[in-house]
């Protein structure tokens, strides 16, 4: 059998990225970006907090790579370069830790979960980082927020911290919208929903941004894989009729669209 064709449903550039790494191993992708990311003006709390980051935080939490780049873009207000920071750096994932990279963090000030961890997430990297954790440790979070730039999104560890006692801050570095699909989009969405095409779904909020572009629409021939058991249930309350669960990490989903074929 041949693989499926894979819809990756990532924003914009990172759906890109996956599409190319995808074809690499053969495997023909298109990209239905459902998340639109908008970098945050580097002004008010955001800027205070670029340009304080390493002489008021211990830590800086990035949730996601749209977090590492909004906040450390090269446009960004002068402050310190990541490399003359004390500062560590935690990362839920690879993607993440990559971004940082980029952006000239040091590689050894960087906490993350190890490559083959079974989530990349901020349970995992709790696992990781709570060693650390004292009371009157300073953490920034940066973090996306919604259209209107109010902080939004799963606050699981900052729960954590503040049960522990630390000292928490959170900025939001971009912001997440639902796009508006056009009809090109749309049509490639109606015709996947039903020809065996395999949705890669990477967040839950995608998910109700799809819902939402196209109500109308019947999901229950439509084939997923989610990168986390939360999405895997969204995705069924979705009404996808098939939903399968992978690892997050590029191969793991590969290992997993083949075994679909």
Known sequence: MSRPRVIVTRPAREAARWVAELAVRGIA???LPLIEIVPEPMAGAVAHARAHLGDSYDVAMFVSGNAVDGFLRSDAVPGPAPAAIATRAW???PGTTAALRRAGWPAARIDAPAPDAAQ????SL???????VRPGLRVLI???GDAQGRVAGRDWLARQLADHGVRIEQVVAYRRAAPQLDAAQRALASAAATDGSLW????????????AGLPAQDWSAAVALATHPRIAE???????GQVRETRPALEAVVASIESAA
Request: charged content about 20%.
């Open 91 to 93: 990362s839920p994932g």
């Open 200 to 211: 890669l779904l990477s967040s839950s909020e995608a998910i109700a941004n799809l819902r």
């Open 126 to 132: 709790w696992a990781e980082v709570q060693a650390q």
């Open 29 to 31: 992708a298109e990209a």
């Open 234 to 240: 969204a995705a069924r309350a979705a009404g996808f």
């Open 142 to 144: 940066v973090r996306g």
């Open 120 to 123: 990349f997430d901020s349970e």
